[in-house]
């Protein structure tokens, strides 16, 4: 059978120019959205518990542009002024560029991945005399701190937001040829809601590597995988892998 059907774990999005509705209009799709989890973001109180002073660090680690929202939001409630000469090491050039929101970006050093968490920490190693700040979520699975640890690399981590599972009660079925997840909650919720999940055909679509290991951490097959070097986004990842699915398909 042909993909005709996805649900996406995220809020419908409110531009029209958003690359979901291109992709369901050129491949004649119905997408969905739900969001499977919210994000809530920690007090001030609750980050000056950790005993961190930002200003401590000369470098800062993006994995995600959700960590770049909370870090400015965290310097700006306790009134810290980022210094110019901060630099920042982000995932992937998209992370990098979302820094702009932010900051002059053609004024600071800015670093960044191939979307790997493995050439992230190769390009930080490079920079080892840095001392680095890591802004994480509360489920965070990723790699990063102990790869620093291991060489060794002054750092810091500090969690300045939370994966919060939204309330499924409304969603009676998965009827859909895809399940899109961005975050390990997504994949947590989901099983919370349907604990006796089976998978089959339904194919499931994962956005960065701490996303992927928790669906493979929860048994289940992961079919396609964002960002890669021959698809950076999501819709990209889902249309390459739609076309040559349903090439396939008689129906």
């Known amino acids: 059978m042909k993909i005709k059907k996805i649900l996406v774990s995220q809020p419908k999005p409110e531009n029209e120019k958003s690359p979901y509705f291109e992709l369901a209009h050129k491949n004649n799709l119905k997408i969905d959205f739900k969001p499977f989890s919210r994000i809530e973001g920690v007090t001030s ?36 002024t980022v210094p110019d000469t901060m630099k920042y090491f982000c995932l992937s050039e998209s992370v990098a560029f979302y820094l702009q929101k932010y900051i002059v970006y053609r004024k600071r050093k800015i670093f960044y991945a191939n979307g790997n968490n493995d050439d992230l920490a190769e390009i930080i190693l490079k920079h080892r005399e840095e001392s680095f700040f890591l802004p994480m979520s509360n489920n965070s699975k990723l790699d990063i701190p102990k790869i620093l640890e291991k060489e060794k690399v002054k750092y810091a981590k500090a969690v300045l937001y939370r994966n919060v599972c939204n309330d499924l009660s409304e969603l009676s079925e998965l009827n859909y040829d895809i399940l899109v997840f961005y975050s390990p909650s997504n994949v947590e919720a989901l099983l919370k809601r349907f604990p006796k999940f089976i998978q089959n055909d339904t194919k499931i679509a994962s ?22 070097p021959e698809a950076p986004s999501m819709t990209m990842a889902l249309e390459q892998f739609i076309k040559e699915y349903n090439k396939n398909c008689k129906k």
Not at 207 to 228: C, H, N, W, Y
């Open 45 to 80: 109180k609750e980050f000056r518990q950790s005993r961190i002073d930002i200003l401590q660090y000369s470098a800062v680690i993006f994995t995600g542009k959700t960590a770049i929202n909370h870090f400015f939001r965290i310097c700006e409630e306790m009134r810290i």
């Open 207 to 228: 956005f960065g590597e701490s996303t992927a290991k928790a669906v493979k951490a929860a048994g289940l097959r992961l079919d396609i995988q964002a960002p890669m």
